[in-house]
């Protein structure tokens, strides 16, 4: 599989256009935001909780990262489909895709450099907010367990988001539709979970499964549940083979 | 080299092309011709692996273009009509790109890639971003493209248009340059191209072969005859033409068009058998004012025109 040079050229696209570079500052300016108030929030209530006799019981991972985390997910989910949207639907538009799929690569090999190269900007974006947690770290004792869970929740989810990104590219040769169609999917699946209230309850256990975000919850939490990375997981390559499917149906429309 | 047969393809309702066949020999250059919307494109997306045909075979290098797709695809280069580049990387960095994609080993990849630039002449402009290029400097990068990895096959769909006359000359040449050890089939619409490059053609109009071989078979298969124009002034018509008639070898006489007391006469021979000789002789003799004598030339061309325009007075095909 020679996923290799692809995923070169995919990174290198995204860092020699704007792209990349515009929607990491997006990225970190609003989560740094969103980091200061939820952060001076805590610290206002810990200084309160100190001076009332009664208080007590604040930890700065369920004060501060577990909000923090649960924000993160909603600004990804409006961002992650501009990150995937070009991968598949530029190419089409350009009709540098009818190159790239005669080079002796397979269709899936193609598709997982490219799902490889958004994961990895992805990754790079999520890893410069570890600034947080050390910002927390030269103030307070921190436990980096559910750091470490959370991260790894952030880094599931952020698959599923970008394998759903891909499949919505692999469908049109419209950067902005490929946008709008996967933020479609991922707010559908994100808000799944809500009409479990109103539904029978044998619905509402599986409505609620298929929730996107809840599945983060318990990552935050510092706990690692096998059944939450096997949603991710399964989530991920359902999405992948439907692009697969999709770049192959393509082809045969011609 | 590549063997097709009986390709067919349909687009929804729509047959692009239907039953083609034709067959490529090594080393040879192949001019694929055929007015627009022909289906020249489409057979060669079909020869370059990117969609499948709907009915027919196609084998390229001995393996077939469907079932054995990566070995097909490790033997060709292709460049599509559009040469589609990306604009976003420079012309170094994306020839590299091509060539480790395409499976040329590491060590080699440097030389590779420095040996297709100075071919297509695109040495100058190395570091510069491919969206910046011009045109003609794009359709070179997309020639070198293809050729990146020496692979034995190459399929070029319209590798000169758009481009200056000087840049036309320059990729016929090195077109031509690449016959012998690589195999190649070029798709255009410029005449004059395919008889300078070419060896052999393939015709196609609505999605069907209508004529394909070496150049100079098909214009003896078309034209029989080789023909001279004749412009004579003075005596009555009918004369003439029964003078010319009897000049040895000469097979038909007919008119042409004509001013007041010139007649335009249209001499056909045996093929290769030049009258024009005999014309002036008895012109001469006769005391005839001979105005022109002009051998009409057979090319390609006349062919194309004739097998082209032959097809379109025919009744609509039902399927297209």
Not at chain 1, 190 to 201: E, I, L, Q, Y
Not at chain 2, 153 to 174: A, F, K, S, Y
Request: proline letters at 5%; glycine letters at 8%.
């Amino acid at each position: 599989m020679k996923i290799w040079p692809i995923f070169k050229k995919e990174m290198r696209l995204y860092f020699t256009s704007p792209v990349a570079w515009v929607i990491m500052a997006v990225f970190l300016f609003i989560a740094g935001y969103f980091f200061y108030s939820i952060f001076s929030y805590y610290a206002r209530v810990s200084m309160q909780s100190a001076m009332n006799p009664m208080g007590g019981g604040l930890n700065v991972t369920d004060g501060v990262l577990r909000p923090l985390f649960s924000n993160f997910s909603v600004i990804l989910l409006l961002m992650m489909p501009l990150i995937t949207m070009r991968l598949f639907a530029e190419e089409r538009r350009s009709g540098t895709i009818e190159l790239l799929l005669t080079y002796p690569v397979r269709d899936g090999a193609v598709l997982l450099a490219k799902f490889l190269a958004a994961f990895a900007l992805y990754a790079l974006m999520i890893a410069l907010t570890l600034l947080y947690p050390a910002i927390i770290w030269y103030f307070a004792p921190l436990e980096w367990g559910p750091i470490l869970t959370g991260y790894a929740g952030l880094l599931l989810m952020g698959a599923t988001f970008i394998a759903v990104g891909v499949f919505a590219s692999s469908l049109t040769e419209n950067q902005i539709v490929a946008a709008l169609v996967s933020f479609l999917i991922l707010l559908m699946f994100w808000v799944v979970g809500w009409s479990a209230d109103f539904a029978d309850p044998a619905l509402a256990r599986v409505l609620q499964h298929l929730s996107l975000t809840e599945h983060n919850e318990s990552f935050a939490k510092g706990v690692f549940e096998t059944k939450d990375v096997i949603f991710y997981v399964n989530f991920t390559l359902v999405a992948l083979f439907l692009a697969l499917r999709s770049l192959e149906a393509r082809r045969w429309k011609g | 080299m590549i063997e097709v047969q009986n390709l067919t393809k349909h687009y929804g309702p729509v047959t692009a092309i239907r039953d083609v066949s034709f067959s490529v020999a090594p080393g040879e250059i192949v001019g694929f011709l055929g007015p627009n919307g022909a289906g020249k494109s489409t057979t060669m997306r079909i020869l370059s692996c990117f969609m499948p045909a709907s009915g027919g075979t196609a084998k390229v290098a001995g393996f077939d273009v469907f079932s054995e797709s990566m070995e097909v695809r490790r033997r060709i280069g292709y460049l599509p009509e559009s040469v589609p580049l990306y604009t976003e990387l420079r012309v170094a960095a994306y020839l590299d790109f091509v060539a480790e994609t395409k499976g040329v080993p590491r060590g080699e990849r440097k030389k590779r890639v420095a040996e297709a630039m100075d071919r297509c002449r695109i040495a100058d402009v190395q570091n510069r971003l491919i969206g910046k290029l011009s045109k003609g400097y794009r359709q070179r990068v997309g020639l070198a493209q293809a050729i990146v990895s020496d692979p034995a096959v190459l399929i070029l769909d319209e590798p000169t248009i758009g481009l200056d006359p000087r840049q036309i000359t320059e990729i016929r040449e090195l077109i031509k340059g690449l016959a012998g050890e690589h195999t190649v089939i070029l798709s255009t619409h410029i005449l004059p191209e395919v008889s300078m490059v070419c060896s052999s053609v393939v015709i196609i109009n609505k999605g069907v072969i209508v004529a394909q071989g070496p150049i100079d078979t098909l214009v003896e298969q078309f034209f029989p005859t080789a023909r001279v124009e004749v412009e004579i002034a003075g005596p009555s018509p009918a004369a003439v033409r029964e003078a010319l008639r009897v000049i040895p070898g000469v097979v038909s006489v007919s008119d042409l068009p004509g001013f007041d007391g010139i007649g335009r006469y249209v001499v056909e021979s045996s093929r290769g058998r030049d009258v024009r000789g005999e014309v002036f002789r008895l012109a001469a003799q006769q005391r005839w004012d001979l105005r022109e004598l002009r051998r009409m030339g057979m090319t390609l061309e006349e062919v194309f025109l004739h097998v082209v325009a032959g097809e379109q007075s025919e009744p609509e095909a039902p399927t297209s």
